[in-house]
């Protein structure tokens, strides 16, 4: 029966038999200034084979970051909900009861999506208590559970420092980032610039001073100078920093994934009471040998909530080149997780025209995805046995995640479970809307268009019709 309601579902898609949008649906996309011709939307109720109204929901569109729903609820599907990823420490060489390892010590990554510098402290610490005082050789990372092609963080759009244009690797750490701390010093009258994570191939070369005045657009006022070299690199700030700005942050990517580990287990384990004093190489661990120690991430329910409520891009990547390895042996592709992702959807009975999967975060301008598919997915997942897992890894409307400040003063606030996507000339929104007698409502919504970004609040009016109007909306008599 399900195959037949999906097919249907589509089929009727294709010949635009459903109600038109709402007038106030309409006004407000046309008062944001976007044409119609540029949206798409699906509104449907949840456990109902037919939309209450769509408008072109067949056509491929550019989705920005609501492609997350369909890598998140895959991995929930294919991996399990309770899945781990894993990184391995082996030992190169002979421990002496000293605690002195002779030779190498080789780290092996399997894709973990979020090693924070919490659990990075925690890895070096179990090294420490497992018997490691001392490695005489260098750092070895096995890197090899992913292929990939050349990553340019610059590519998408000459932001190559930003943290949401990191790359994926097998041995991804703290997202690769580099916090810089600013905070005013009044009694030294000067401004205190904290590094974290202390990595010691990241310099300071000077300061910004301390000055009065409104905190105004503070990251221009520091002059902010980057060098990054991949091997090192160096940051300079020598303009001027407001004291009326308090404590502010800036997160840079910085260093190339190798010598970021590098660094990281140079300054951790060093904080845990280990010496270290080697370089950095890449290999594999001997053949047949037994893991040292090894760190296990949280669980993947608990990792997609990142995902989506955050909108990281990095982690959504390692997620969906980790689904390469639930039907291919690694190492693991984008292309062979565009396969296992283009299958599953087929397994699943799910229609999606056009769809193009290029990296399964939506930061990309060649992904696509139409609303009527997405909707498919959507419905998929909330009859699923991953439904409430799915759910709560969307952002609360009001509440949380990307759309925290959004819906303050509507009475939506908290009864909507949303996905947003942003890029130039894209703005995106899909989830569930669960109106005041508890009926549980499919949003899509998907503009591609110069204006995109007024029609934020078209999007936002959509979500608060339907929580407000769709329950007793009678689609029959809007054809």
């Known amino acids: 029966m399900r195959i037949s309601i999906a097919f249907a579902f589509a089929g009727a898609f294709a010949v635009s038999s459903y109600a038109a949008l709402p007038g106030g649906v309409a006004r407000a996309f046309h008062e944001a200034g976007v044409p119609l011709a540029n949206v798409a939307v699906v509104v449907r109720e949840a456990g109902q084979p037919s939309p209450l109204f769509a408008h072109d929901a067949n056509r491929p569109m550019n989705p920005a970051s609501v492609m997350k729903l369909v890598t998140t609820y895959a991995a929930l599907d294919l991996l399990g909900r309770d899945y781990r990823w894993k990184t391995e420490a082996y030992l190169g060489g002979k421990l002496n009861k000293a605690g002195t390892l002779t030779g190498n010590l080789i780290l092996k990554g399997y894709g973990d999506p979020k090693i924070t510098v919490e659990q990075w402290q925690a890895f070096m610490a179990d090294l420490r208590a497992r018997g490691l005082n001392r490695v005489t050789g260098d750092l070895v990372l096995d890197r090899s559970f992913f292929k990939l092609p050349e990553h340019d963080p610059a590519a998408f759009d000459q932001e190559p420092l930003r943290p949401y244009n990191v790359g994926p690797d097998a041995l991804l750490v703290n997202f690769k980032a580099v916090r810089f701390a600013f905070a005013p010093d009044a009694a030294r009258n000067q401004v205190a610039v904290r ?222 479970l949303l996905k947003t996507g942003s890029l130039e000339g894209v703005r995106a929104l899909a989830g569930y809307v ?45 054809r």
Request: net charge neutral.
């Open 195 to 416: 590094v974290d994570p202390r990595l010691p191939d990241v310099a300071v070369a000077a300061l910004p001073e301390l000055t009065n005045g409104d905190c105004g657009e503070w990251r221009e006022s520091i002059a902010a100078s980057y060098t990054n070299l991949g091997a090192s690199a160096s940051a300079a700030f020598p303009g001027r920093y407001p004291q009326a700005c308090g404590e502010r942050d800036w997160y840079v990517a910085l260093l190339d994934h190798p010598h970021y580990v590098h660094g990281m287990f140079t300054a951790y384990f060093r904080e845990a009471g280990g010496r270290f004093d080697g370089g950095l190489a890449e290999g594999r661990p001997p053949r047949a040998a037994a893991p040292f120690a090894i760190m296990e991430s949280s669980p993947l329910y608990d990792i997609i909530r990142d995902v989506n409520k955050l909108s990281n891009n990095v982690m959504a990547r390692q997620i969906f080149l980790t689904l390469a390895t639930t039907r291919h042996p690694p190492p693991a592709t984008p292309a062979l997780a565009g396969d296992v992702v283009r299958n599953w959807l087929k397994e699943k009975k799910l229609v999606i025209p056009g769809l193009v999967l290029e990296n399964g975060s939506g930061l990309s301008r060649s992904e696509r995805l139409t609303a009527g598919g997405l909707a498919q997915l959507l419905a998929s997942a909330d009859r699923s046995p991953v439904r409430e897992e799915f759910a709560s890894s969307l952002a609360v409307a009001a509440m949380d995640g990307t759309v925290q400040r959004r819906f303050q003063n509507g009475s939506v606030a908290g009864q909507a």
């Open 434 to 478: 669960i109106d005041a007698d508890a009926r549980r409502f499919i949003v899509v919504a998907i503009i591609n268009h110069a204006n995109a970004a007024r029609g934020a609040a078209a999007l936002d009016y959509l979500v608060q019709w339907v929580y407000r109007e769709a329950g007793h909306w009678d689609p029959a008599l809007h």
